[in-house]
């Protein structure tokens, strides 16, 4: 009985470790960038331009929150997609919840961290739909040739391409709200996986398979996802490096 709870307890940190780090990361790695495009997309065009211009990318922040709103069953009170107030909203997604529901509860850390995904989603949706094939099967130094070429940035859709990748960039990252939202769900998450590894610990290594399936889902998250939003966070780097040589 001590080696089936020790080893069910074990398992169950190996999927925290494998799952929450990863995400943390990419979280982490998205509010960075995100905060670097919007101080200069500010910089360029100020607060009140950079609002407006940037209203795409406020509409996904928020139904990403809509959306796992609706997948955890909260209560959408209120939604307003695109509404600058005096005190910087932009917008927002008023929820409730039934704090005793676990299922709920766990919810709130997806839909704090709904920008996220929402974001890297759209931007991978974006991406495919109107950048070359050639930027997704070629080598890194392929993708390197094709977005320096006059030819690329001829054509308009690498344009509206570029300016889509910033306004969703710009806003994928988490509020005071969203990290509140964060914190109240992240104990329910870290809890359900212990509960389930000992629960079923007796039914074979599922949690291999599912330790596996978090790896590659992972991986394809960081191959495909991320990378417009670094790629968006290097390019607004040298320009602010360009620009203080000038």
Known sequence: MWN???????????????????????????QECSRSIRQWLISCFGRRGFIYLTMPGVVIHELSHLFFCLIFQHKIVKVNL??????????MVQHSYDSRNSFQRTGNFFIGTAP???????MCLVSRLLLPESLFSGSPTVRLAEFSSVTFWRCWQSWLWLYLMLTIGSHISLSDADFHSVADGIGFLVLLPLVFCIVLGWAGNWEEKLIEAIRFLLWKLL???AVPVVFCGTLVYLCKVFSRQQ
Do not use: A, K
Not at 9 to 29: A, H, M, Y
Not at 116 to 122: A, P
């Open 82 to 91: 695109f509404s600058p107030q005096e005190d910087g909203t932009l917008g």
């Open 116 to 122: 996220v995904w929402g974001g890297i989603l759209t």
């Open 223 to 225: 191959t495909y996802g």
């Open 4 to 30: 089936y709870l020790t080893e069910s307890v074990w398992n169950g940190i190996r999927l925290l470790t494998v799952g929450l780090i990863p995400v943390g990361l990419v979280v982490f790695l998205m």
